[in-house]
């Protein structure tokens, strides 16, 4: 439920905008000169508007294709991210977003056409990869949203790009309407059900995401696999040794695009920011070291993570499937 819906002057006649007002008959419109006037404003309280966050109409002016983080990245290439949305409708307590924004609202730039526009403009002979789902999920909101059914319209048939669709949620239905297109690759954030039960409020259990995964593969969708943050905690070897098993034995691991994995780091000002947010939080008492600005498990406690996680996905996938996100051990 939203709280209120805000709507920059530029988008109120905007097709997009009416066809979402129209689905919240109830909810109070409020007109705005520029979403930053409310997401950006200070002394909000994260938790209390995640309770029930308002939703933001805008339009996004600049900066709508970035280049990738190092790291971020599942062919050999050209490598941008861009967002349709900021904030995310779950409520992970691990979620980056919760230190880099004040507010919980969510802002859905409406003005899809010119972010394709940037996406041809930018488009080369070299595979360009394009990754949706870094400060939003990319499929959480889309019955409300329509983004990707728009977006895989738009880019079907345009071979120098691929979409990557990062997503922890089930919402595949317009997906498996329509045909699969060959330049996009749908992608599952992936944990044990301990870590979801205990820290990804409100998303679906690692079974309905299984669930969600089998459906696109049989019907032929490129599927992605990403096992980013690995979070430690006590008994971790043998949870995520059940874990790789038990996804591995339900899905047709061949058919796979790509397989990640990564661990858990935040800027340092993020990383405070939360704890401020959660000062009781179990997932913050644990050990951590700064290096390079980011806070992270120590040196010694990450490589045994990361290692032993590597060898046990090894185990059940390809070389060539594997694109980790840090430096390879094996």
């Known amino acids: 439920m939203l709280s209120a819906i805000y709507v920059e002057q530029a988008v109120r006649d905007h097709p997009r905008t009416q066809k979402i007002i129209a689905r919240y008959p109830g909810v109070p419109l409020i007109q705005c000169e520029h979403y930053g006037e409310i997401f950006n404003r200070s002394a909000q309280n994260f938790r209390l508007q995640k309770k029930m966050p308002a939703l933001i109409l805008a339009s996004k002016q600049n900066r709508r294709i970035m280049p990738a983080p190092e790291g971020y990245g599942i062919g050999a290439g050209q490598h941008y991210y861009f967002s349709h949305m900021l904030n995310c409708v779950y409520d992970c307590r691990y979620c980056f977003l919760q230190g880099m924004y004040r507010s919980a609202n969510y802002v859905l730039f409406v003005n899809y056409e010119d972010f394709i526009s940037d996406i041809k403009a930018m488009a080369s002979d070299e595979t360009s ?183 046990m996905l090894l185990q059940q996938v390809a070389n060539e499937q594997y694109f980790p996100c840090f430096e390879a051990a094996v």
Request: charged share 20%; proline share 5%.
């Open 129 to 311: 990869y394009l990754y949706s789902g870094y400060d939003c999920d990319s499929l959480a909101f889309e019955p409300v949203t329509g983004f990707a059914e728009f977006f895989l319209r738009q880019l079907d048939g345009m071979t120098n790009v691929v979409i990557e669709l990062r997503t922890k949620s089930t919402q595949v239905r317009h997906l498996l309407a329509r045909d699969p297109i060959d330049n996009c690759v749908v992608a599952f954030s992936l944990s044990p059900e301990n870590v979801i039960a205990g820290l990804e409020f409100k998303t679906p259990s690692l079974d309905k995401r299984l669930e969600a995964i089998i459906r696109l593969q049989q019907q032929g969708w490129k599927v992605g696999l990403r096992f980013d943050p690995l979070i430690w905690h006590s008994n971790w070897r043998q949870v995520y040794g059940e874990f790789f098993s038990y996804v591995f034995s339900k899905l047709n691991v061949p058919a796979l695009h790509s397989v990640s994995l990564g661990a858990f780091r935040l800027p340092e000002n993020f990383f405070n920011n939360i704890v401020k947010l959660y000062p009781r939080e179990a997932l913050f008492a644990t050990e951590y070291e700064k290096n390079a600005g980011m806070m992270s498990y120590p040196a010694v406690l990450e490589q045994e993570l990361l290692q032993a996680c590597e060898v």
